[in-house]
């Protein structure tokens, strides 16, 4: 049997440590709420500050049709934002990675663009785009797309130079360099730049509720917040949070197939060619 | 014994961040014990309603002229975001002194059970208004049915906004709401993002001023519309009064002074604030001081200056409880006090 060590394959692992991933955070997470619930009941915060954590689960039922209408702008919007990063921010990459020119071109310009605070020129887009979905969705894609072209970058260049060179003496065209060689070189940093962009989208969209909108989670948040609503408040960012996590998770999940199937098509290649 | 522990007297060891942390505290205790016997000062953290405008050069005139400073008060003066935010500051203590809607005041008292006073009143109308762009489709408060009104969730004018509704007709289920950053809310009336706009009629000279196009900017102030009530005013913890009404007496009289020399020299007054603002555009601040002038009563005033009258107090409650729905409202008599305008 493998010795145990902490590795992406959970499944290996002894009992006891697979148990234990799971139960250390579980454990340190449910005593932190015991003491935030002591806390809060014992009256220390005032509840316009912290509600405890069982008010915040019973606003977040109470209210659950309102919380699922607002999350369902929000995911749209961020949903939206993160399809538009990946969908530019890929080719742009591998654009960067083939052509100099392209690349001395553009690549100063995305560094200038990264560090102009989004939170500063959201109110510009406002302004631009007015206050519907288009104006949240570009904010969220301003935000989100430069990991993903980074990374795009760094994964294309990290392919070795003699694998490259084996695949041309081999009679290989650059298409197929790229497709055996420098994309799958590539999966895990651009995978790395999509999990990031997948918070960043997140961020993104609540950016541009928060400068103007009628609707979503970021609305919900400054309308129950003027509300004195605290609770409310809370059950909004919970329900962010667990968009979040999800979002995440499904795309490491789209990583793990992707990486497979990558490996799996290239195996039935290389058996085909004989 | 664990492994951790060394005998040596240097380096990283228990004994020597016992002896560490003990010279740390007594140089810090010393420090402290020196530092309060040269601070007489008493420092005050006092928040405003909204972003610094003409309207607020009363306070900063106050802060340059040493008003404050020769009653031995260090006042740090915050922007706010709205009523709500504000309130928030004072219940949790980051601020001692609030300026901020009375009758918000009242409802957070009454909800909350937080003892917020009013201690003076600097908006004895309510300058509460809805701009809109003439020749939009708006021409009486009735026609803001199914337009969208640009708010900042939180503050008072969307918050006594039932109030002008119901003494308009107007069915707020019909309004379409659509919340927008304090800063952002004149640009998305003048782009047309929205159809009107909620906030204090303090806004009108920087609104005309920037309109575009030949747009002309119009009002409906809530006090000419049948809802009109106490406003903004200084609200303080009673605790804090109880505590410290010294302090308080000398906050609200160097205030009152602010105002009064604000009034007699508003060009001064602006120029003291654009020091703290540097990016105010006088002219248009400087029209606020007019406005100010009539908000204060400060030609017809009875008693001290800012001072609050049970009668009108009752009436601002009586709107609450009739248009915003206020339950167990607080004694008339315990949400304000006039003691320290003496």
């Not at chain 2, 008072?156 to 906004?161: H, V």
């Not at chain 2, 604000?262 to 006088?282: G, R």
Request: hydrophobic share 45%; with cysteine.
């Amino acid at each position: 049997m493998a010795a145990p060590s902490i590795g992406n394959n959970v499944e290996t692992l002894p009992w006891i440590a697979r148990v234990s991933r799971y139960l250390y955070p579980a454990v340190t997470a449910i005593i932190i709420f015991m003491i935030w619930e002591a806390v809060t009941r014992a009256g220390w915060v005032s509840s316009l500050i912290l509600p405890a954590p069982s008010a915040i689960i019973a606003t977040s039922f109470e209210n659950f049709s309102l919380l699922m209408q607002m999350s369902g702008t929000t995911t749209a919007e961020f949903l939206l934002g993160f399809g538009l990063s990946v969908a530019i921010g890929l080719p742009l990459g591998a654009l960067v990675v083939y052509s100099k020119p392209i690349e001395l071109a553009i690549y100063p310009l995305l560094v200038a663009f990264q560090t102009l605070p989004k939170a500063a020129i959201a109110p510009i887009f406002i302004v631009w785009l007015g206050t519907g979905i288009t104006s949240k969705v570009l904010i969220a894609f301003a935000i989100a797309f430069f990991p993903i072209v980074i990374d795009t970058v760094v994964g294309l260049r990290s392919a070795q130079p003699e694998t490259i060179h084996l695949v041309r003496s081999m009679g290989g065209s650059p298409l197929q360099v790229f497709w055996y060689v420098r994309f799958p070189n590539a999966l895990p940093a651009i995978f790395a730049g999509l999990k990031v962009a997948s918070t960043l989208a997140v961020v993104g969209a609540i950016v541009g509720e928060f400068v103007s909108s009628d609707r979503g989670l970021g609305y919900l948040v400054l309308v129950a917040n003027g509300e004195l609503k605290t609770s409310l408040v809370f059950a909004c960012v919970l329900m962010l949070t667990i968009l979040g996590m999800v979002f995440y998770f499904l795309v490491e999940q789209l990583e793990g197939l992707v990486v497979r199937w990558h490996v799996s098509s290239r195996q039935i290649e290389a058996v085909g060619s004989y | 014994m664990t492994g951790n522990q060394r005998s040596k007297s240097f380096g990283p060891s228990r004994r020597n961040f016992l002896r560490n942390s003990a010279g740390a505290g007594l140089a810090l205790a010393a420090g402290t014990r020196i530092r309060t016997a040269r601070a007489a000062a008493e420092k005050v953290n006092f928040q405003l309603d909204w972003i610094p405008y003409g309207r607020h050069a009363p306070y900063y005139a106050a802060l340059e002229k040493g008003f404050y400073s020769s009653r031995g008060l260090d006042v740090s003066i915050a922007q706010g975001r709205g009523t709500l935010q504000g309130i928030r500051t004072l219940i949790a203590g980051q601020s001692q002194f609030v300026f901020q809607d009375i009758g918000v005041m009242m409802a957070v008292r009454a909800k909350e059970h937080a003892q917020i006073k009013a201690l003076a009143c600097m908006y004895q109308k309510s300058p509460h208004t809805v701009f809109y762009i003439k020749g939009h489709g708006i021409t009486k408060p009735k026609d803001l049915e199914g337009k969208r009104i640009a708010f900042s969730p939180g503050d008072s004018p969307k918050l006594m906004f039932p109030a002008f509704a119901k003494a308009n007709g107007i069915d707020e289920a019909k309004v379409k709401w659509l919340s927008v950053d304090p800063n952002s809310k004149n640009a998305v009336l003048l782009n047309h993002s929205s159809d009107a706009m909620i906030t204090y009629i303090f806004t009108l000279p920087v609104l005309q001023k920037a309109a575009q196009g030949g747009d002309v900017v119009e009002t409906f102030v809530y006090s000419d519309y049948g809802a009109d009530f106490y406003s903004d005013g200084i609200g303080a913890m009673e605790e804090y009064l109880k505590e410290k009404p010294e302090v308080a007496r000398n906050f609200v009289q160097a205030t009152m002074e602010g105002f009064k020399y604000a009034i007699e020299h508003p060009k001064e007054a602006i120029a003291m604030l654009k020091k703290h603002q540097p990016q105010l555009d006088e002219d248009t601040a400087l029209k606020e001081i007019p406005l100010l002038r009539k908000l204060i009563n400060y030609d017809h005033h009875d008693g001290p200056l800012g001072s609050v009258t049970e009668e009108k107090m009752k009436a601002t409650q009586d709107l609450m409880i009739k248009y915003l729905g206020l339950k167990n409202p607080p004694p008339v008599a315990e949400m304000f006090t006039n003691r320290f305008l003496n």
